[in-house]
Each structure stands twice: as structure tokens, then as C-alpha cells.
């Protein structure tokens, strides 16, 4: 495997970092009134890690078990034209999961504050309720995470895109295994950061620990379009170079 990607790939882990589980979720114990419990944290950040893991390695072996196959496919221009049609999609959901104005923020927000008026919290409300109870065992809290990582399975791209270059590197699945772990690792590096950081500083960091919270919840989905945004750029961009397009 090539060191050239090691840069896109850390740049991949560190957008993942960012998500309900591996970020967001994490701050939320650590803002959880009453004394800390940093065993707790490292213990969710853990099971995160290995659920990414065992997934990413499965999807690579299966990957790697059928990539000859694939890339004779890929190489068709039916192919290609999929390609084409996907990046544009994604293109366009780039551009329209989340508002691009103030106007269209605020209009998203009261829809979202009329809804769950009508229907009470949603799903994020929940996770952050029963992780700031303080309440619950270890179990629960391990259950807390492998919900919070499947339901983010729809949606992590990032993690997708890394998988993707590494099926094309000539890595093995030993090879891209011991790679995903680096990946998981520096994954959920920013939330041992902060952790370190509320065990040292206790609660002069607070404060800065709620608004980094405050502003990760407001931007979370401003960050997912970006990642479809972008991923459809590369995926449109190589499609139309290799049929011609233009």
C-alpha cells in the first residue's frame, strides 16, 4: 500500500470523527452533571471503534473477494454511466439536505421545533437524554453505542470512501485490517483529546466543551452535506473524464 494514502485517509477519519457516536454522544457524558466517569467514556468510544472495525473489515474482505469481477465492470461505460447518475445524486442531495441560506435555516428550524412539539423527542433527543442521565449500566451504555453506530451506518460515507481506497491498493485484508484500526483510532481521537482534557482541567473546560456540543449539533448535517457533496463531485468528475464527456 502506497504512504499517498495515509493523507486522505486521515483526512477521512477525522470527518468521521465528527458524528453522533463518535463525537457528539461522548461530549454529552462528559457534560453530564455530578462526577465524571471516564471509565464509561473510553468504554463507549471502544465499542464504537470495534463495531467500525468488524464492519469496515468485512466490507473490505468481501471487497477484495470480488474486486476482479468488479473492476472488469466498472470499466464498461454502462458502468460509468451509473456512476455519472450516482454522482449527481449525490451531488444534488449535497446541495439540498441542508439549507444553504439563513432564511432556509430558520424555516428548517421551526419545522423541526413544530415536529417535535406534535411528536415529542426525536431520535438525537433521546440519545442525548438517556447519555446525559448518568443513569444506567455498562451494558446499557454499550448498548447506547452500537445503536448510535448502526443507525449511522446510512451515512458514513467517509468511512465507505477509506474502504474504497483500500480495496484498490493492493492491500490484503491483513494489511487493510491493522489500517482500519489506525483509521478507528484516530477516529475517535478528538473525543479522548477533550476527554484528557475534562479529567485534567475538570470544569474550566466545560464551558467550551458545551459550546463545541452546541455548535456540532447545530452543523452536524451542514458537515454530511459536504461529505455528499463532495463525493459526488469525484464520483461525476471521473465519470465524465472517462466517458468523454465534453
Not at 32 to 38: D, E, N
Not at 144 to 168: D, K
Request: aromatic share 6%; glycine share 14%; proline share 4%.
Amino acid at each position: 500500500m502506497s504512504g499517498e494514502l495515509l493523507a486522505p485517509l486521515v483526512v477521512l477519519a477525522l470527518i468521521d470523527s465528527t458524528s453522533f457516536g463518535t463525537l457528539l454522544i461522548p461530549l454529552w457524558l462528559m457534560l453530564t452533571p455530578g462526577r465524571l466517569r471516564p471509565g464509561r467514556i473510553l468504554g463507549f468510544l471502544a465499542t464504537v471503534a470495534a463495531f467500525y472495525l468488524v464492519v469496515g473489515v468485512a466490507l473490505l474482505g468481501g471487497a477484495l473477494a470480488f474486486l476482479d469481477q468488479l473492476g472488469e465492470g466498472l470499466d464498461s461505460p454502462g458502468a460509468r454511466v451509473v456512476q455519472l447518475v450516482v454522482g449527481v445524486v449525490l451531488l444534488v442531495l449535497g446541495l439540498t439536505v441542508e439549507p444553504l441560506t439563513k432564511a432556509g435555516k430558520a424555516r428548517r428550524a421551526a419545522r423541526r421545533a413544530a415536529r417535535r412539539a406534535e411528536q415529542g423527542p426525536g431520535r438525537v433527543e433521546r440519545w442525548r437524554a438517556r447519555a446525559g442521565s448518568g443513569e444506567g449500566s455498562v451494558r446499557g451504555l454499550v448498548g447506547l453505542a452500537l445503536t448510535a453506530t448502526t443507525v449511522e451506518l446510512g451515512s458514513m460515507l467517509p468511512y465507505l470512501g477509506a474502504i474504497g481506497l483500500l480495496s484498490t491498493s493492493g492491500a490484503s485484508v491483513g494489511e487493510g485490517a491493522v489500517v482500519l484500526a489506525g483509521y478507528c483510532l484516530v477516529m475517535i481521537a478528538p473525543a479522548l483529546v477533550l476527554l484528557v482534557l475534562r479529567v485534567v482541567l475538570h470544569e474550566r473546560v466545560s464551558p467550551a466543551l458545551a459550546r463545541l456540543e452546541a455548535w456540532l449539533s447545530r452543523n452536524s448535517r451542514e458537515a454530511l452535506a459536504w461529505v455528499l457533496f463532495l463525493l459526488g463531485l469525484y464520483l461525476t468528475g471521473g465519470a465524465v473524464q472517462a466517458l468523454g464527456i465534453g
